[in-house]
């Protein structure tokens, strides 16, 4: 499985660069947006709202690394968790919509990878959900054993 690098440009409300301290959690969130990284990019000319991820799966389950690992993304309004968490955004058309099998088949990838590389265990992987407790992944929300299936089946970290 590849990993694509598309590193978004330096801004304030997307990617200001600062380092992380440490790594703690990985955050899935959905998004909504096909174009995601332009609307990301489009968030540098206002002042309002900070938004970024780390990684992207897009409907295919291509993986975008589009902020490096080792910076700050903003995927919360939380400060405390996106200076620890690394971010997965995940598109999905809609909140009840179930993840297609390429999707399921990147973010177990990915999140092997980033417990490899940071230590981590399947425990630390955390939906918005936890955060926000809104009904994102609401498909997962009410299947909470498919999303534990989904992270925790056939994991296994070094």
């Known amino acids: 499985m590849r990993v694509i690098k598309k590193i978004i440009n330096e801004s304030e ?3 200001s660069k600062e ?3 440490k790594t703690t959690k990985i955050l899935l969130c959905p998004f909504y ?46 400060i405390d968790l996106d200076l620890e968490c690394i971010s997965i955004g995940i598109y999905i058309k809609e909140k ?19 417990c490899n590389k940071y230590n981590l265990t399947k425990n630390d ?11 994102e992944f609401e498909y997962y929300i009410d299947n909470y054993f498919e999303f534990i299936d989904l992270i925790y089946n056939d994991f296994k970290a070094k």
Do not use: W
């Open 13 to 15: 409300m997307t990617r």
């Open 19 to 21: 380092a992380r301290k």
């Open 33 to 78: 947006n096909k174009e995601i990284i332009k609307y990301i990019e489009s968030l540098k000319y206002q002042d309002e709202m900070y938004l970024s991820f780390h990684y992207l799966i897009d409907y295919k389950g291509k993986i975008l690394n589009i902020i490096p690992d080792k910076e700050v993304a903003y995927p919360t309004s939380c």
């Open 96 to 114: 009840k919509e179930k993840l297609v099998a390429k999707q399921i088949k990147s973010i177990k990838y990915l999140v092997k990878y980033i």
């Open 125 to 135: 992987v955390i939906i918005s959900y936890n955060i926000f407790n809104t009904r």
